[in-house]
T-cell receptor, first 109, second 114 residues
Framework: GQQLNQSPQSMFIQEGEDVSMNCTSSSIFNTWLWYKQDPGEGPVLLIALYKAGELTSNGRLTAQFGITRKDSFLNISASIPSDVGIYFC?????????FGKGTRLHILP | SAVISQKPSRDICQRGTSLTIQCQVD?????MFWYRQQPGQSLTLIAT?????????ESGFVIDKFPISRPNLTFSTLTVSNMSPEDSSIYLC???????????FGPGTRLTVT
């Protein structure tokens, strides 16, 4: 079945640093989604990408849909403490979405 | 987006018992999903629950273990039957909204089976 390879698994950064994470797949998706999950909460949709090559921003977050439609990246600029959490990529199929394993972001004091 | 609520938010249950989790949405939606998220893991789709049809279960999940109801366009329940400690997880409901089928999640139900 379809699988998403998300990397890195975890990141330890200083406040103020930029962050980059990505997802790749052997399958083509028509839509890529990026979610953030805080402890004890459900995932929250951050950015949705609908077209190959699309670059979309949401505040300090920027995500791109790869031109091959098999990959996507998410960048966070000037990280702040509330960015801590788990970020999931997801590829959308007609009847369901497939999730990556997540990138856990830690910010060092 | 939509406001999605789940009840209970958490529960501790004994082995062999069953728990029914409720999911309520503040707007009518056709597509609803139930996911399981084990500690430190990603989300695994249990089943798709579309109103007016039988739930569709993913490989590894069966109706006898996880019966689902979808009585109307704003509500669904998932029952975890004959629980064992391996069922300890967060259970999340999710809905699809809009013409671009964006998927949104409820806050989850944290289940611990002792």
């Amino acid at each position: 079945g379809q699988q998403l390879n998300q990397s890195p698994q975890s990141m330890f950064i200083q406040e103020g640093e930029d962050v980059s994470m990505n997802c790749t797949s052997s399958s083509i998706f028509n839509t890529w989604l990026w979610y953030k999950q805080d402890p004890g909460e459900g995932p929250v949709l951050l950015i949705a990408l609908y077209k190959a090559g699309e670059l979309t921003s949401n505040g300090r977050l920027t995500a791109q849909f790869g031109i091959t439609r098999k990959d996507s990246f998410l960048n966070i600029s000037a990280s702040i403490p509330s960015d801590v959490g788990i970020y999931f990529c997801a590829g959308q199929l007609p009847d369901k979405i497939i999730f990556g394993k997540g990138t856990r972001l830690h910010i060092l004091p | 987006s939509a406001v999605i609520s789940q009840k209970p938010s958490r529960d501790i249950c004994q082995r062999g018992t069953s728990l029914t989790i409720q999911c309520q949405v503040d707007s009518q939606v056709t597509m609803m999903f139930w996911y399981r998220q084990q500690p430190g893991q990603s989300l695994t789709l249990i089943a798709t629950a579309n109103q007016g049809s039988e739930a569709t279960y993913e490989s590894g999940f069966v109706i006898d273990k996880f019966p689902i109801s979808r009585p109307n366009l704003t509500f669904s329940t998932l029952t975890v039957s004959n629980m064992s400690p391996e069922d300890s997880s967060i259970y999340l409901c999710s809905v699809v909204l809009g013409i671009r089928y964006e998927q949104y999640f409820g806050p989850g139900t944290r289940l611990t089976v002792t």
